[in-house]
């Protein structure tokens, strides 16, 4: 087998028990991508007590006192270094990482709130997007890869086009297409262990199992087919010749 290349790997999990599948997920990535030679850190979101109120306090003095705007804001204070500390350290986190991994439970058809606050308040404009064109596949995040690693409540059926729940690549689209790509990185397709409370501890070792096996080919897994910003016309329109 070909000799992979060492990458820097930056894990963010969101799950509140150490006890659980989300955990395992997470120490199973930690072990498999150590034992392939690449570098690995965590930022474990609730061990952190990781603020996920994007407010007045992310930023030590404001541009403009009399009218909060936080976009407007994060500018300002990334451009001036007057970002909160835990906004810088996960911000150099992202610098330093080639590849992300976002552990997390699906909940209500999204991420848990504390991961919406990261994504809210680590991805600001100045750092990871903004500008006329900085953005997609021009964002600030470009050259980094991410993926989804996650588990749902319900089974795979339920998430399929014609499934009760919906189909599931449309429901993770506004991740990993409107947060993930929208800042430049490239988004390998998810994992998905599918509601993993109700099955058996065979099942659950089997997801297990098939993880390993995904993340011992990260490097060359596909990148979902997202259009180019110069797929687009003015009016922001896929041109006809896409």
Sequence with gaps: MKESLAMNILIVYAHQEAKSFNSAMKDTACAVLAAAGHQVIVSDLYEMQFKATADRNDFARL??????????????AYDHGMLAEDIRIEQEKLRWADFVIFQFPLWWFSVP??????????????????????????????GRKAMLALTTGGPDNMYSPTGMNGDIEKILYPIQHGMLYFV?????????????A????????????????????LETTQALA???LEAYDDTFQLKETH
């Excluded at 403009?64 to 300002?76: A, G, L, M, S, V």
């Design 184 to 196: 430049g990185m490239q988004v390998i397709p998810p994992f998905i262990a599918w509601s993993p």
């Design 198 to 217: 109700r099955v058996s501890p065979e099942q659950r070792e089997h997801y297990l199992l098939q993880y390993t096996q995904r993340l011992q080919t």
């Design 113 to 142: 709130a504390i991961l919406k606050g990261w994504i809210d308040r680590v991805f600001c404009t100045g750092f990871a997007y903004g500008g006329t064109h900085k953005f997609y596949n021009q964002g600030g995040l470009v």
């Design 226 to 228: 997202y259009p180019p």
């Design 63 to 76: 541009g403009n006192p009399d009218y909060f705007k936080y976009q407007i804001e994060q500018n300002i």
